[in-house]
């Protein structure tokens, strides 16, 4: 029996309250920032309500068993299959030059007394928190192209909260929640041993599920960006826990020369660049408790030097009241972006489908996972979303195209989150499920 077992349930709660503005602060703030609608830099319109126009909640889901035979649901002409089970929270791909799949299989961890009690007891039935992450790399490869991975290998372990990874040359590199690792590599490798060369001290953890770290590399291999969530929801915690954090950072191959690529960023996951014009893009998480509306994560391209809000702003100039008045310097600079994808949808994966296999609209375009929301009173996201685009850049809103995670109607009961996605060689898209343990994979119906 848990030795926390006679512990108050209050005791238990995922998420303590911490004072807030007072109700005047409230009404001062909705009416000093009235609703509005934008249109942002890719011609989409964004409403914005007033703050606090509603309350603030928190409504998790409950995380329950793939039913037999159910997937989730694509549109008329693909086929969604199951391509590895029994993973320990998959979420982020990187798929080497030869084709191997390669997985990452990290969780959050509790930091407090009150989430380790709530892991141990698994209160969290969204599966958002657990008590313990596998800290490793799975390698999956498909040797006779049928669309079914027949070798399955543990890649690298003893890993702390892997996520992003990256093939450079001779060189496998992977970002843990501390630090970038690199390793020696040989094409065709199964399996990697040893601790690997640090390369890049990062501030550990971050708010909620910001411990999570990302690469991409440049086009020629010679630079290397990594993000880096904020470690607050608006930076209540103070300026100097933000340091090198709501950013996209720049370094060299070796760990020198680091600089900050874009900021203001506050929880940038999803990092590509765009086929045909070699524009950076990416996928950023928003901050909460501002109302069921408020504020849409969003997709956009990001510009070297770019200031994007956080914390003392959102979505453009708009001023977040609970940083009124401490950088309006900031706040003037601050860029509006590109598609909003809706409050709190956790907007995660990130890949632009450059292949020929699926019809023609989806070429060119972007598939976004978003693992979905707990700080909204109907629940958003829960889906992978398709932006489609023409001409290089964005020609319409975000659009379903993976849902079914949800069971619908009134129920609390979801059957897993989508995080990561990535297309294979053979032009399929597979979507990470790190609360079903899962991956899918989804091609199309010829």
């Not at 108050?8 to 609608?37: F, H």
């Not at 703050?51 to 649901?73: C, D, F, L, M």
Request: contains cysteine.
């Amino acid at each position: 029996m848990s030795t926390y077992s006679a512990l108050p349930l209050a005791a238990l709660a995922l998420l303590v309250g911490c004072g807030g503005p007072s109700n005047q602060e409230k009404q001062e703030a909705a009416a000093n920032t009235p609703a509005q609608t934008l249109t942002t830099p890719a011609a989409e319109p964004v409403h914005l309500p007033a703050p606090y126009a509603t309350k603030s909640v928190t409504h998790r889901v409950n995380i329950q068993p793939w039913p037999a035979g159910r997937t989730p649901t694509a549109p008329p002409g693909f086929s969604v299959a199951e391509y590895a089970g029994n993973l320990d929270s998959p979420r982020w791909f990187y798929v080497a030059p030869n084709g191997d799949v390669l997985v990452a299989e990290a969780s959050t961890i509790p930091m407090t007394m009150t989430k380790k009690v709530a892991a141990e007891l698994k209160l969290d039935k969204s599966r958002s928190l657990r008590d313990h992450s596998a800290n490793r790399i799975t390698l999956f490869r498909d040797t006779n192209q049928d669309g079914k991975p027949d070798l399955r290998t543990t890649f690298l372990a003893n890993l702390s909260q892997p996520f992003g990874m990256l093939i450079v040359g001779n060189a496998f590199y992977v970002a843990n929640t501390d630090g970038v690792l690199r390793f020696p590599y040989q094409p065709g490798a199964t399996k990697i041993a040893g601790s690997g060369q640090r390369m890049l001290d990062l501030p550990k953890g971050g708010y909620n599920n910001h411990w999570t770290r990302n690469l991409l590399a440049s086009a020629d291999g010679s630079k290397i960006y990594v993000t880096v969530g904020s470690g607050s929801n608006v930076q209540e915690h103070g300026a100097e826990n933000e340091v090198r954090r709501a950013n996209i950072l720049e370094i060299n191959p070796d760990g020198t020369g680091e600089k900050i690529y874009a900021s203001g960023l506050r929880n940038p996951i999803g990092l590509q660049w765009q086929p045909g014009t070699g524009k950076l893009w990416a996928v950023v998480n928003e901050r909460d408790e501002l109302g069921d509306e408020l504020v849409p994560d969003y997709f956009t391209s990001v510009k070297e030097g770019g200031f994007y809000g956080w914390p003392y702003s959102y979505y453009g100039q708009n001023e977040e009241p609970r940083r009124k008045n401490e950088r309006p310097d900031l706040v003037k600079k601050a860029l509006v972006p590109d598609v909003p994808l809706g409050a709190h949808v956790a907007a995660l994966g990130l890949t632009f489908y450059d292949k020929d296999a699926f019809p023609a609209k989806y070429r060119h375009g972007a598939f976004i996972g978003e693992h979905g929301s707990w700080n909204r009173s109907q629940y958003a996201g829960y889906k992978v979303v398709f932006v489609p685009f023409a001409n290089g850049q964005p020609s319409g809103p975000p659009e379903d195209f993976l849902t079914g995670f949800l069971a619908g109607g009134d129920s609390k009961d979801a059957y897993g989150r989508p995080v990561g996605v990535t297309t294979l060689p053979d032009g399929s898209l597979l979507v990470a499920d790190d609360a079903g343990d899962k991956i899918w994979r989804v091609s199309a119906v010829h």
